[in-house]
């Protein structure tokens, strides 16, 4: 906190730096006036206690802000250890064959071999092997995941751990360079630029303190035009009151607390612009899979053939789905199992046949011959060597029009029905949905489904609209459509082909368990890699600006109060006129400017606690918005000036007297 004294640091913030300049002056003022035995010394010394308690308060509200996003950094950097590696000359090198190497002299482009037990040295890429890894001391979370070569899920982060099985890595980044030695700067905040908004309120309070400027010189020379005397303690004092010390103080904290709310939850952010374009957001881009609907498609429903029992049916797919470690092999027997609430028992001496690609069935063979086969419709039918019946040939042309996936249950050669696989939409989304409408925002699902199947998921889950057979050409060309009509965009996703659109998109979010090019490409990055963190991210960058445009309006209606609070007291001595302006009757001129003194302190120390946490955010319309600002802050920011400086003036001179 005291190393934000600094005049460098606090010139950064143009009103606290105002007010410091104001508490060296009035300090040094005072210790004069005390040793030259001329009055109004301890008076100055009062006054210079609060001034300093001001500024004192405004570097605690940033310091304090601060620390929370270093309390993460710390233990992102306890993740960082100097470990030996295997190093291998090439990809298809033999293990035995690695280099031990301590970690912090690898390079990009090496190839690392990392077994069970391991700890990953550096951001890497999977070349070959599966393996599951444990990033708790990235994300948190408990549960490891799976990394394998190829695909989006082919990148590891250093820091992790090789829970199971062996990978060969190549090294992606080089030494300092790796994404957690820039979560590190990030979260610590050395990286954090001012937000366009963030500047311009900048600018208006700096516009206001030079217009204070002018009103306390003015004031200066009509009391002395009239008679009176204002030290230049007194003005000093009656210029920080007057000025938007508030929201000046509390500015900083504002901005970081939104940074560290993120944090809180996980998400990383580059800048703190991104979570103020957050809080903008016009259109967001949701991907289908994984973020709308759970991703895998789940069984709904049994359909039997014309003349089969639904209990016989159930039995088979069960029993054909027991040798089916696939997710929707588990669906299916968690289906059946919900409808019955019993299912058979395993025959002893049964044989399990595995799916494969080139069959595409999987299930059981009894041990009395009898063979239970479960798998595609083309698949089955060759498998049986006949027709559907024309019943069950219409279930399973219904459900490949709504976007389902048919599979067809036989026993030997006789078909006997269908399970309804879909892509379950996500409990709950629907009314995420509504909420988001509810604010402004459009939700656009993006989906590489064919328009049939994104039609009936979109109508489903309840967004807006749809993009469907996407490619990354059409996704850059959609947020480039939005952004030319004055929106804002977000988008989230984790591959390569994500990479162009996240850097297009005025806030683009990366998974954490996504490709290093979708990470270099977004200004967020998620550490739980759940997209559907993306709402809750738009959450916190309204309640970021919500917060300030709440905190603004009390400053200025505060700063307006304490304008009309004290100046009839400071000059109804020079003015009489102005008697009946002092409505609040304060003691003395020196008690008035001591009391706007100790309100102005005091006021930033008890907004403190609100900055940080933010104004709680709830989905309305900006004008419903500008209307409770203008009621709860707004109002309360011109009655509480005249409460509490009125309260204080009070003890002071109940001090005085005792």
Not at 94 to 117: E, F, K
Not at 126 to 140: F, L
Not at 145 to 166: L, M
Not at 282 to 299: E, H, P, Q, S, V
């Amino acid at each position: 906190m005291f190393t934000k004294l600094n005049p460098r640091e606090l010139s950064k913030n143009p009103v606290i730096f105002i007010t410091a300049v104001v508490s060296v002056l009035t300090t040094v003022l005072a210790v004069i006036h005390l040793v030259t035995g001329e009055p109004g010394g301890v008076f100055g010394l009062e006054v210079s206690l609060w001034l300093w308690l001001a500024v004192l308060s405004a570097t605690f509200a940033e310091a304090l802000a601060e620390g929370y996003g270093k309390a993460r950094a710390d233990s992102l950097r306890s993740a960082k250890a100097e470990t030996p590696v295997r190093l291998l000359a090439s990809a298809s090198a033999a293990p035995d064959s690695a280099q031990i190497v301590p970690s912090s002299s690898l390079r990009a482009g090496q190839y690392v071999h990392v077994a069970a037990g391991d700890l990953i040295p550096t951001d890497a890429e999977v070349v070959e092997g599966v393996a599951s890894i444990d990033e708790s001391a990235i994300t948190g979370e408990s549960a490891p995941v799976i990394r394998e070569s190829g695909g989006d899920r082919s990148s590891v982060t250093g820091g992790t751990r090789v829970v199971s099985d062996w990978l060969v890595l190549r090294v992606t980044a080089e030494p300092g360079g790796s994404f957690l030695d820039r979560m590190i700067a990030l979260v610590e905040g050395a990286e954090r630029q001012k937000t366009p908004n963030e500047i311009a309120l900048n600018i208006l309070l700096a516009g206001l303190s030079l217009i204070f400027v002018l009103v306390v010189v003015t004031l200066r020379m009509f009391a002395g035009y009239s008679g009176a005397t204002l030290s230049v303690i007194s003005l000093g004092a009656l210029f920080v009151t007057l000025i938007p010390t508030t929201i000046g103080g509390l500015l900083s904290a504002i901005g970081i607390a939104g940074m560290s709310r993120l944090i809180k939850a996980n998400v990383i952010a580059k800048s703190g612009r991104a979570v103020e374009a957050a809080g903008d957001v016009d259109t967001l881009l949701l991907d289908k899979t994984g973020t709308i609907t759970f991703g895998n498609r789940m069984a709904d429903a049994l359909i039997p053939a014309p003349g089969v029992l639904p209990q016989d049916l159930s039995a088979a797919a069960w029993l054909a789905s027991q040798a089916d470690d696939t997710p929707e092999g588990k669906s299916i027997v968690t289906l059946v199992e919900a409808q019955s609430r019993s299912h058979p028992e395993l025959p002893a001496g049964a044989t399990a046949v595995p799916f494969t690609a080139q069959t595409r069935l999987s299930g059981l063979d009894l041990p009395d011959g009898t063979r239970i086969r479960k798998g595609a419709v083309d698949a089955v039918r060759r498998l049986t060597g006949g027709d559907l019946p024309a019943a069950l040939q219409t279930r399973v042309d219904d459900i490949a029009r709504s976007g389902g996936t048919p599979l067809l249950v036989a026993s030997d050669t006789r078909v006997l029905g269908a399970i309804h696989l879909k892509d379950v939409v996500k409990p709950g989304v629907r009314d995420r949905f509504a909420e988001l409408r509810a604010m402004g925002i459009r939700t656009v699902m993006i989906t590489g489904d064919n328009p049939l199947t994104a039609a009936a998921i979109a109508a489903e889950a309840g967004v807006d609209d749809f993009l469907a057979e996407a490619t990354p050409e059409m996704k850059l060309d959609l947020i480039r459509k939005e952004q030319s009509g004055g929106r804002l965009v977000a988008m989230c996703g984790d591959g390569s082909n994500d990479a162009p659109a996240l850097a297009q998109a005025d806030v683009g979010v990366a998974m954490n368990s996504g490709t290093t090019a979708a990470k270099e490409a977004a200004n967020l990055i998620d550490l739980d890699s759940d997209p559907t963190k993306l709402i809750e991210i738009v959450m916190v960058g309204k309640q970021l600006l919500i917060s300030r445009g709440a905190l603004t309006t009390f400053s200025i209606a505060n700063d307006v109060a304490k304008y009309f609070a004290i100046l009839p007291a400071i000059l109804v001595a020079a003015y009489p006129g102005l008697a009946s302006l002092n409505v609040m009757r304060l003691a003395s001129p020196e008690s008035a400017i001591l009391s706007a003194v100790i309100f102005n302190a005091l006021v930033i120390v008890a907004l403190i606690p609100l900055a940080l946490k933010g104004v709680a955010y709830r989905p309305s319309s900006a004008a419903d918005l500008l209307r409770r600002n203008l009621t709860i802050y707004g109002a309360g920011g011109l009655v509480v000036p005249f409460i509490g400086i009125k309260a204080i003036d009070l003890a002071l001179v109940a001090l005085h007297l005792a």
